[in-house]
């Protein structure tokens, strides 16, 4: 009897082990499958538990885009990048993907900035100076969107 209860605790103990490190894995697999609103609700459950872990952030803000709920999808975005050590994604592509979001809500100066900032990480790739040509274009600002959309080409080359 008791080598029976002690192996009942021990599946136990594994079953919870494993649930806790599947977790993330589990929510990959929901945004694939485009269970968004699971996806918000687990992402949320773990995130009370975790609060400082940059991967939820990414998928919750994922499933946010997916949602539609673009300033949600900002704000976790915002989240990951002041956890970006346990975030899935790069800092590069934290600023990329909020730039094109903040530009989404027309908040044009905030974009610059994560673009500016993503130009400054990724000085060699050509993207950064696509998206921020293409937003001085939007802007107005002629001269400074040939500049970065020549300096986009020459980095295609």
Not at 5 to 21: M, P
Not at 35 to 62: F, I, N, S, W
């Amino acid at each position: 009897m008791m080598k029976r209860s002690f192996l009942l605790i021990l599946l136990c103990l594994t079953v919870s082990f494993l649930r806790a490190e599947m977790r993330p894995n589990f929510i990959d697999y929901m945004l694939a499958e485009e269970r968004y609103e699971q996806v918000v609700r687990l992402a949320t459950a773990q995130l009370e538990r975790h609060p400082k872990d940059g991967r939820l952030y990414t998928q919750r803000a994922t499933a946010y885009l997916q949602q539609d709920e673009l300033q949600a999808a900002v704000d976790d975005l915002s989240r990951a990048i002041r956890y970006r050590k346990t975030a899935d994604k790069s800092l590069a592509d934290l600023y990329r993907m909020r730039g094109v979001l903040y530009e989404l809500l027309k908040n044009l100066k905030a974009a610059l900035r994560d673009y500016t900032r993503l130009i400054k990480l990724t000085p060699r790739q050509p993207e950064g100076y696509q998206l921020r040509g293409e937003l001085y274009a939007e802007m107005g600002q002629a001269d400074k969107a040939r500049r970065d959309l020549e300096k986009a080409q020459q980095l295609q080359e």
